[in-house]
């Protein structure tokens, strides 16, 4: 069974930090690209982050650039999200995709593989 498995959610103040975890099963995991997206309530998909299965590449939204960093163990069949100096701004659910190409984590595009989220509340 294909499945991607999130967890590290929670509440943090302004100005903190979480890490979330993607555990992965059923796929050939180094041959996919994992990121994270995220929702508020009322608003659009936007994708977050992503790190490429072909050469670990790495990519983030501007509005995380400097404050998250992804990363991706092979060996274990997971990818960590750090986020660092949360904002309000940050609080969605957040959710693990995988895909052969980032840009169908990060844009609108259409997933087959994405986890049940975990919801990251920052308070101000």
């Known amino acids: 069974e294909v499945q991607l498995v999130e967890s590290g959610g929670g509440l943090v103040q302004a100005g903190g930090s979480l890490r979330l975890s993607c555990a992965a099963s059923g796929f050939t995991f180094d041959e996919y690209s994992i990121g994270w997206f995220r929702q508020a309530p009322g608003k659009e998909r936007e994708g977050v982050s992503c790190?490429?299965?072909?050469?670990?590449?790495?990519f983030y939204a501007d509005s995380v650039k400097g404050r998250f960093t992804i990363s991706r163990d092979n060996a274990k069949n997971t990818v960590y999200l750090q986020m660092n100096s949360l904002k309000p701004e940050d609080t969605a659910v957040y959710y693990c995709a995988a895909d052969p190409l980032c840009v169908a984590v990060l844009s609108d595009w259409y997933l087959e593989i994405w986890g049940q989220g975990t919801l990251v509340t920052v308070s101000s």
């Open positions: 790190i490429s299965g072909s050469d670990g590449s790495t």
